[in-house]
């Protein structure tokens, strides 16, 4: 698994996502990728008490721990590396987190519009 060049949607350098909670698909503080990530892990979200209720009624609860995937869930205020599917999908649900552009992989591109993107600059809060 050879993750892509590490550059953002801005076409800059890849920052850090977090690394407290550990995020992204090769558990690197950053949102790489690499043909194996089919999920898109590629947007760097902030997430809010309403993201993280709907990532759970649609299914995938990111606020529960499970220790014993060496995961202790998420929080309002945590950066998680988060797939462009689910963030469009809250986009169009009307609850879509906050962003961190330079540290959203420009693979991101390819499902969430730049535009739509932009909507959720966490530089612009």
Same mark, same amino acid.
């Given at each position: 698994?050879?993750?892509? !060049?590490?550059? $953002?949607?801005? #076409?800059?350098?890849?920052?850090?996502? @977090?690394? $407290?909670?550990? /995020? &992204?698909?090769? %558990?690197? &503080?950053?949102? $790489? /990728?690499?043909?194996?990530?089919? #999920?898109?892990?590629?947007?760097?979200?902030?997430?809010?008490?309403?993201?993280?209720?709907?990532? =759970?009624?649609? #299914? $995938?609860?990111?606020? /529960?721990? %499970?220790?014993?995937? #060496?995961? @202790?869930?998420? =929080? +309002?205020?945590?950066?998680?590396?988060?797939?462009?599917?689910?963030?469009?999908?809250?986009? !169009?649900? &009307?609850?879509?987190?906050?962003?961190?552009?330079?540290? /959203?992989? =420009? %693979?991101?591109?390819?499902?969430? +519009?730049?535009?739509?993107?932009?909507?959720?600059? @966490? @530089?612009?809060?």
């Amino acid at each position: 698994m050879e993750p892509e !060049d590490s550059v $953002n949607v801005l #076409g800059e350098t890849l920052e850090t996502c @977090s690394t $407290n909670p550990v /995020t &992204g698909f090769f %558990r690197d &503080g950053h949102c $790489n /990728t690499c043909t194996a990530d089919e #999920g898109s892990h590629t947007v760097c979200a902030v997430m809010t008490a309403e993201f993280l209720a709907f990532s =759970k009624y649609v #299914g $995938n609860d990111l606020s /529960t721990p %499970r220790l014993e995937y #060496g995961f @202790s869930g998420l =929080k +309002p205020g945590d950066s998680w590396c988060l797939c462009a599917s689910r963030f469009m999908q809250a986009h !169009d649900e &009307g609850c879509a987190p906050m962003v961190h552009l330079a540290a /959203t992989h =420009k %693979r991101a591109l390819h499902i969430a +519009p730049l535009d739509v993107l932009q909507l959720y600059d @966490s @530089s612009d809060a």
